[in-house]
């Protein structure tokens, strides 16, 4: 799972990678043009309880990896999709747009959530048209007429009217068929907005929250340079600064739960004696597929998934007891992995 942090230059992108990660890049103008790398680990208390009972040598949480895609300069413009940042863009598989709600000295304008929402949201879908633009017009010199020449201009028409592909009710197959363009308006993306101090603990206006169910997106807001700051400290001190800034939990554990809501992911776990461990799949995801977020071997020789459900295995406390309870059930390639599944594959290679 890689999640892109976008957003317009100096909008707060770096030192809201920072609170997340608790990493320490550098923030601020420097020219600089790769991208930031980085991860967080995911706090999941039932890979802690699944590590009490088999003490395994490991326990490894579920990580999200995030990219800090590198901004265009912003003395040449205050916003714009060069082609380098559409690219890395379009490799994320989910985006976080950080929207600038405090003012930066850096920038002529002053801070406006919902104008940079908006923009930005417009270049995306702009960035998308094109491309389905180019399709069309190719479709037109072949002189094709048809299924896939109406699909694409239901897509143009769509976005021409200012709308995100994400909001376009399409078939799976549609979805597939269109999977090679990776187009950013139809990635999984929440709104990130990076707020002045004294913003944090207050509700965010009606015509933000408006313009973000407009386009499906979830709304999360924080005190990005202050969270940035708090998350260097202990954790005594960082819930009185955090009390002080009128939240209750830190930026990192909030931009989780929020993820995780939006992005519809869910954990499945797996223990043993050498590791217990989460791992982060889409909502929706059948065992076969689950099974080669391990290994592609799994995948490829798959027979079976033997199932738990995590709140189960809890009230039983072993696997024997879930056994004789039929708690513990054989499934196919085709199930549908849920939140909290304990799974044992077996497979042959
Ligand atoms: N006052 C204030 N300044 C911030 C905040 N977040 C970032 N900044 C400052 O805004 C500038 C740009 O931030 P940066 O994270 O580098 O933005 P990026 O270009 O989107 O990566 C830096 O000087 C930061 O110190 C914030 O929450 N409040
Ligand atoms: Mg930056």
Not at 73 to 99: Q, T
Request: contains cysteine; aromatic residues 6%; glycine residues 8%.
């Amino acid at each position: 799972m890689k999640v892109g942090l976008v957003g317009f230059a100096g909008s707060g992108k770096t030192t809201l990678f920072n609170a997340l990660t608790g990493l320490k890049a550098d923030t601020g103008f420097g020219g600089k043009e790769a991208a930031n790398l980085g991860m967080i680990k995911v706090p999941d208390a039932r890979v802690d309880f699944l590590a009490e009972i088999f003490k395994p040598k490991k326990k490894t949480l579920a990580e999200i990896g995030f990219v800090d895609v590198a901004g265009p300069d912003a003395k040449k413009s205050e916003k714009g999709l060069d082609a380098k940042l559409v690219a890395d863009m379009r490799l994320s598989d989910a985006l976080v747009h950080v929207v600038r709600g405090f003012d930066n000295p850096a920038l002529t304008r002053p801070p406006d959530l919902l104008r940079d929402l908006e923009e930005f949201e417009a270049e995306m879908v702009f960035s998308d048209l094109v491309q389905v633009e180019s399709r069309l017009d190719r479709i037109r010199k072949e002189g094709k007429k048809g299924a896939e020449k109406t699909f694409f201009e239901t897509l143009a028409a769509h976005m021409e009217a200012g709308n995100p592909l994400r909001t376009l009710a399409l078939s799976e197959a549609d979805l597939a068929s269109v999977s090679g363009f990776a187009f950013l308006s139809q990635k999984p993306c929440m709104v990130l907005c990076s707020v002045a101090d004294d913003a944090a603990g207050r509700e965010l206006g009606d015509d933000l929250k408006a313009a973000a169910k407009k386009r499906q997106l979830t709304l999360v807001h924080m005190a990005g340079r202050a969270e940035a700051e708090i998350s260097e400290l202990g954790p005594e001190e960082q819930a009185a600064f955090l009390a002080d800034l009128g939240v209750t939990a830190p930026a990192r554990a909030r931009f989780i739960a929020a993820a995780y809501a939006q992005l519809e992911l869910i954990s499945f776990l797996t223990t043993g004696e050498d590791e217990c461990r989460a791992w982060t799949i889409k909502r929706g995801t059948v065992a076969r597929r689950a099974a080669g977020k391990i290994h592609s071997d799994i995948e490829r020789g798959f027979i079976r998934a033997e199932v738990i459900p995590f709140a189960d295995f809890k009230a039983l406390g072993t696997e024997a007891k879930c056994r004789e309870a039929g708690k513990l059930r054989l499934e196919g390639k085709e199930y549908v992995v849920q939140d909290g599944d304990i799974v044992h594959f077996r497979f042959n290679v």
